[in-house]
């Protein structure tokens, strides 16, 4: 694979949602471009961008996969993302690298919310895009309803540049209303045939046609002018208008067609290469901007190869054969491979493996990148996904990916100690490959715990830990930290005396204990007066204080929101000491703990959820179900967002109830907001259940 010139390079991305027929679409790419020598399937495991063996197994695309390849002296970098919702990340890094955005929308579906909420990604980084209506050869599909569908959610009516021809029931061909040809094509068959429209086609031909100019006029004041005194357009203007216009999103143009069948596809390659934008085009229009590392000042890059070197890492990869692999979009400037170049997100030098250029699971070794470029770089050191590398004397960091947050939690546990350590390690790795996986190990409930986008998720990530790593564990529902606090105010005498020959033990002290607002802390006071005791062992009371409230008295639990204060006390000139106070403080507090009302607290989480707005009703009704209060509901575009606060344990398996719901349409995301009291009725069970746990950790 030669590297072409930054002018011929489009860089763009395959989005869509999960079984639109996006690896399908570009199998169909690659055949019409001459890069392969027939259509793979999806469903028998042979197409070019699905090859983890978690993709042959579930039969659908679970990683981003890059396919480079030259196509009418084009030089195409076209990305296949996943489409399902749990996998959404790899999609939002992806649009980080390209140009531009093919989206595939089905002929007889709507758009679900993986794809809304890739849509507002595509116009917050303002991409141009291109629409393929596929599946068109199925029953019950059509272009017309299709093309309202996106009307109504993208904002702005789309505008069909191929049209379906029917023969019969089955189609087999599109009219390219720009070229004003049929073009017939089919899966076997790789030169397709363009013929004249006939006669039964010709008053249409003429109809989308006029549309096509219409539209493409409006879109700019010297073509309006030129189609209203002429009533027509050349060409040449005709292709300049709609290039214009797709690239400053005025326009979105609409083809009609079907992958697997490969019709279609050669009007959507031609518009690739003839409408989307250059990188040096793009970077013109929509300079890459970022911040100098050092003073936070704000750099650009337009995107040429004169400028100082930068890229972007948007993906890492670990291959089996190859190693650890960081895809990279250079973003401006020439690099060459082994280079020492500077990662700015991290602070430190970098050396450059090798480069690669991507066909699948296929790799291609390549000297050098330039601005435009993605390539595959071998073996990075420190650099992760989503970071930046620069010249060093030119340094700029871009912003992070920004990916969606996990909301779903698993506790996991190794089959055997042995393999704790590896267990740890395949997670870090696997988080290499997927920052949207999250692995903390939680120092109160001694878990290890997972956090994923969802059980689809969570699955595929324990398969891959068990075939690269070799390792089986178990999941389960994670504890909840739980915390103790008090709702009255206390005092107790703590009182430690112990004699044995020699030097005795004698700590004495009395506490006052008082309930804090919640969210406080913990305070530390001291009311001796006169001496009763002496102030070096006032620290070591604390101290005892401090070590008792890691365990509270109702189940154990860490206490919270307490203001402690010693008050009185004796001591013994012989026989006290800083070990003898901090007893006789941890005494204390057990004792006031035990007479100052003791409640459980649980931790409650701010949720926001997105869902389509007739099932708001019963998603709220489920959250007031789970012990949640609403606290605000705000239209969105397409949506209403629900802002609520829910206790922890009533979400721990909220994203597969909310899926059920909504029919997957729905979104949230969680983060912790505060300690709040458990229901009385709620919390015998709680320490019954804790009860059970320590009994069963006592018999292991």
């Not at 083809?255 to 390659?269: E, H, K, P, R, T």
């Not at 500077?342 to 390549?366: I, P, T």
């Amino acid at each position: 694979m030669e590297t072409a010139r930054v002018e011929l390079v489009r860089n763009v991305a395959i989005v869509s949602s999960v079984g639109a027929g996006k690896t399908s679409l570009c199998e169909s790419l690659l055949y019409v471009g001459g890069v392969i020598p027939s259509l793979g399937s999806v469903t028998e495991g042979t197409t070019v961008s699905d090859f983890e063996p978690e993709e042959l197994r579930h039969r659908t695309s679970t990683s981003t996969s890059l396919l480079q390849f030259n196509s009418n002296q084009t030089h195409i970098n076209l990305i296949d993302t996943p489409g399902a919702l749990d996998l959404l990340g790899e999609p939002m890094a992806a649009l980080r690298a390209v140009d531009a955005v093919i989206i595939v929308l089905g002929g007889s579906g709507g758009v679900r919310t993986e794809l809304a909420r890739l849509w507002l990604k595509i116009e917050e980084l303002s991409l141009p895009c291109l629409l393929f209506i596929n599946g068109l050869d199925k029953e019950g599909t059509s272009f017309k309803n299709a093309l309202e569908i996106g009307r109504q959610h993208f904002g702005f009516a789309p505008l069909p540049l191929t049209v379906p021809v029917d023969q019969g029931r089955v189609i087999d061909g599109v009219y390219d209303i720009r070229h004003e040809k049929v073009i017939r094509s089919g899966p076997t068959s790789l030169q397709v045939e363009q013929v004249s429209p006939g006669d039964d086609l010709q008053e249409f031909a003429r109809e989308t046609r006029r549309q096509l100019m219409e539209a493409v006029a409006e879109t700019d004041e010297l073509l309006l002018e030129r189609y209203l005194s002429q009533g027509d357009l050349t060409q040449e203007e005709l292709l300049d208008g709609l290039r214009r216009g797709t690239q400053l999103r005025r326009l979105l143009p609409a083809y009609a067609g079907s992958a697997a069948q490969n019709v279609g596809v050669w009007s959507l390659l031609d518009a690739m290469v003839m409408l989307l934008p250059s990188p040096r085009e793009r970077g013109a229009d929509h300079p890459w901007y970022g911040t100098h590392p050092e003073t936070n000042a704000t750099c650009e890059r337009k995107g040429s190869a004169e400028e100082p070197f930068s890229a972007y890492v948007f993906k890492t990869l670990i291959d089996p054969f190859v190693g650890r692999l960081s895809y990279c979009r250079v973003l401006s400037g020439t690099v060459q491979a082994d280079t020492t170049v500077w990662n700015a997100s991290r602070q430190v030098r970098e050396k450059l493996g090798h480069f690669y250029q991507v066909l699948g699971k296929r790799h291609v070794s390549v000297g050098s990148a330039k601005a435009g470029d993605i390539v595959a770089i071998g073996k990075l050191k420190d650099t992760q996904t989503g970071d930046t590398v620069c010249q060093e004397s030119a340094p700029i960091c871009y912003a992070g990916l920004g990916m969606p947050k996990p909301s779903l939690s698993f506790a996991i546990e190794a089959k055997s100690k042995a393999e704790i350590d590896k267990v740890s390690l395949g997670l870090h790795k696997l988080i290499e490959e997927d920052p949207t996986l999250e692995f903390t190990r939680n120092s109160e409930t001694k878990e290890m715990v997972l956090n994923g986008m969802g059980q689809f998720h969570i699955d595929l990530a324990m398969e891959k830990l068990q075939r690269k790593f070799g390792v089986d564990v178990v999941l389960h529902t994670p504890k909840i930290a739980y915390r103790e606090t008090i709702k009255s105010q206390s005092q107790a005498q703590g009182k430690y005396k112990k004699q044995t020959g020699g030097h005795g033990q004698y700590g004495d002290c009395w506490l006052e204990v008082v309930p804090q607002p919640r969210g406080h802390g913990f305070a530390f006071g001291n009311r001796i007066v006169g001496g009763a005791i002496p102030r070096n062992f006032i620290p070591a009371v604390e101290k005892g204080v401090l070590e008792a409230m890691h365990e509270g008295p109702l189940s154990g639990f860490p206490v919270v929101d307490v203001r402690v204060t010693v008050y009185d006390g004796s001591y013994h000139t012989v026989d006290s000491s800083e070990m003898s106070f901090k007893i006789a403080g941890a005494m204390a507090l057990k004792k006031a703990m035990e007479t100052a009302h003791p409640v459980l607290l649980e931790p409650v989480m701010r949720v926001d959820i997105d869902s389509p707005p007739d099932t708001v009703g019963a998603v709220m009704g489920d959250l007031n179900a789970r012990r949640g209060r609403i606290v605000s509901v705000n239209a969105l575009a397409h949506m209403e967002q629900i802002t609520a606060m829910v206790p922890l344990a009533e979400l721990l398996r909220y994203a597969t109830a909310l899926n059920a719901m909504t029919g997957g349409r729905a979104s949230y995301v969680v983060e912790f907001d505060h300690y709040d009291e458990v229901p009385r009725e709620l919390t015998a069970k709680i320490i019954e259940r804790r009860k059970a746990e320590q009994h069963i950790a006592v018999a292991h």
